[in-house]
């Protein structure tokens, strides 16, 4: 089984950094995916990490260090819009995903 | 349509109930998902299927049952609720099961109310 955590809330200001930790303990490993979710929406795909390292799309990076169980997502110079939940969640060697229960960011102006 | 659709968006019923919650995908994928979503609380698989075969069962209540027809269509069928099965349903896509970046493109939910 897998055991998924990370922070339940966080506040950031328009224009920072903030940073979502993710730390997992998994049975078998086989991606870490994050996701964004709007309240009322559909999770949609943000980012995808199997090999150790720094993947970066744009405003939003994702590091995965699988020695230390450790994720992180990394959202730059922060609009209002990206107020949202990031949902972790880690693949395991039967293809199934585990998710945590999400981190809600809210930007203040 | 594009993308992961799903019906209706909204259900109330009664423990005596019988409903379904409909989910169609655009998108050629092979493999189809249901999900619940309480609140506060992570996603929890329900039932996977991969080319139409059901390839998980995470120990869901009976009073779930789901169907998959073919590869764009499934299918849960509700009976008996309890109160506690209150939440958001999403249904969920990807090409298949497997390795590689397949991601899940989820549709928008049902969000049930079971009184």
């Known amino acids: 089984g897998q055991n998924i955590d990370q922070p339940t809330e966080m506040t950031a200001t328009e224009g920072a950094i903030v940073q979502i930790n993710c730390t997992y303990q998994?049975?078998?490993?086989?991606?870490l995916f994050w996701y964004q979710q709007h309240a009322g929406e559909a999770p949609t795909f943000l980012s995808y990490?199997?090999?150790?390292g720094l993947e970066e799309k744009g405003r939003f990076s994702s590091f995965l260090s699988r020695s230390k169980g450790y994720s992180y997502l990394l959202l730059k110079e922060l609009q209002m819009k990206d107020s949202a939940s990031y949902l972790c969640?880690?693949?395991?060697?039967?293809?199934?995903?585990?998710f945590g229960a999400g981190t809600t960011v809210t930007v203040r102006a | 349509e594009t993308g992961v659709t799903q019906t209706p968006r909204h259900l109330v019923m009664g423990m005596t109930n019988k409903k379904s919650l409909k989910c169609e995908q655009h998108?050629?994928?092979?493999?189809m998902y249901w999900y619940k979503q309480s609140a506060k609380k992570p996603l929890e698989l329900m039932f996977v299927?991969?080319?139409?075969?059901?390839?998980e069962n995470n120990s869901v209540p009976s009073r779930f049952s789901p169907e998959c027809p073919n590869s764009s269509h499934l299918f849960l069928h509700l009976h008996t609720l309890q109160p506690e099965d209150s939440a958001l349903y999403l249904c969920?896509?990807?090409?298949?099961?497997?390795?590689?970046?397949?991601?899940?493109?989820f549709g928008p939910g049902t969000r049930l109310t079971v009184t």
């Open positions: 969920a896509s990807s090409q298949d099961e497997g390795s590689g970046s397949h991601e899940q493109y």
């Open positions: 998994t049975s078998g490993f086989n991606g």
């Open positions: 990490n199997v090999l150790d």
């Open positions: 969640a880690v693949r395991d060697t039967d293809y199934k995903l585990s």
């Open positions: 998108l050629g994928h092979n493999a």
């Open positions: 299927y991969n080319f139409k075969e059901q390839t």
